[in-house]
């Protein structure tokens, strides 16, 4: 490959609230590695905690490191050892949960809950990440695209994995879901709950904007928390019973508490949303034990059946 010596990238170099545009050399793939030439990265919640430097930022990545882990791109190159499906042309998103291979939970097929986790974009196992030109990708952890879908669509393919497998485990076909937050995951699981069956889609959140885009994506009710009675709303939309099924995506600590409380008897609830202080419920017998609820929580995607089913369901627009 005819590459340039040098390359633009976004660098975390220091503590504090800071990112360094910079240039750097272009990196050699070498054993599996996958050199790939970034076409869109997309920007997630967690690259602006990691830009301000706070205690989650600390807690989840290691300086030096290069962010952006929702992207794609095209394997301009491919170390020797790279398996050959891994061709100078194909593009690849990149599952960013980097897995040992060995713990209980990669030998169990639980690889994305990897007791001994690296993580691209983040520091944690490799310095790489999106936000440059070009990247590098251990080929088991590229996904390579199936269909000609467009490079903004792909680099989203990460995200919308995470609402598909929260939506999976909890399964909302033929039930009244509430969809609590309306950030990026929370509005693509909209798309998913309806692709999957869901009967009535309730979406919440506090911010007017994002509950007319919740609408235009398909939620059939929306409610504002700040000017509407959570409770109150998805009672009279539920006759009275509560949602059968809760995705819980704000990570706001007032909406986790309450949520047990909506739900009906019989009911499944998924944790997304990253709650910052302890979680207390008011009345445990009352909203969870009597009620013989499911409580899920998911981190990332199952690598790789989330992709392959994601990348179904954007491309086919559903």
Excluded at 11 to 35: C, I, R, W
Excluded at 147 to 168: M, N, R
Excluded at 208 to 227: H, M, S
Aim: charged residues 20%.
């Amino acid at each position: 490959m005819d590459r340039p010596v040098a390359m633009k990238a976004l660098v975390k170099e220091h503590p504090g609230a800071s990112y360094v545009y910079k240039d750097v050399p272009v990196p050699t793939p070498e054993g599996d590695e996958l050199l790939v030439k970034v076409g869109k990265v997309a920007l997630c919640g967690s690259d602006i905690a990691l830009y301000q430097w706070g205690e989650v930022a600390q807690k989840i990545a290691r300086i030096p490191f290069t962010p952006g882990h929702e992207m794609v791109g095209e394997i301009v190159e491919a170390g020797p050892l790279a398996p050959k499906e891994y061709a100078v042309g194909k593009r690849v998103c990149v599952e960013n949960h980097f897995y040992c291979g060995g713990c209980y939970q990669c030998t169990h097929d639980l690889r994305h809950i990897c007791q001994r986790m690296s993580q691209f974009g983040h520091g944690k196992g490799t310095i790489y990440g999106g936000c440059s030109e070009y990247t590098i990708i251990p080929a088991r952890y590229a996904y390579l695209l199936t269909t000609d879908l467009d490079d903004a669509k792909a680099a989203i393919l990460e995200p919308c994995g995470v609402a598909h497998q929260a939506l999976e485990e909890i399964c909302p076909k033929g039930e009244d879901i509430l969809i609590q937050g309306c950030g990026p995951v929370g509005l693509l699981a909209i798309g998913v709950a309806r692709a999957m069956g869901a009967t009535k889609i309730i979406a919440a959140d506090i911010v007017e904007g994002r509950l007319e885009v919740a609408k235009q994506l398909g939620a059939d009710v929306v409610i504002n928390c700040k000017t509407q009675n959570l409770r109150d709303e998805v009672m009279k939309e539920t006759e009275g019973n509560g949602v059968g099924r809760l995705m819980e995506a704000s990570g706001a600590i007032a909406l986790i508490n309450n949520c047990f409380s909506l739900l009906r008897k019989g009911g499944q609830v998924v944790l997304v949303g990253l709650p910052k202080s302890s979680i207390h419920i008011e009345r445990p017998l009352e909203d969870v034990l009597f009620k013989s609820l499911t409580l899920k929580t998911i981190h990332g995607r199952k690598i790789f059946h989330t992709w392959v089913e994601s990348e179904r369901l954007v491309a086919t627009n559903l």
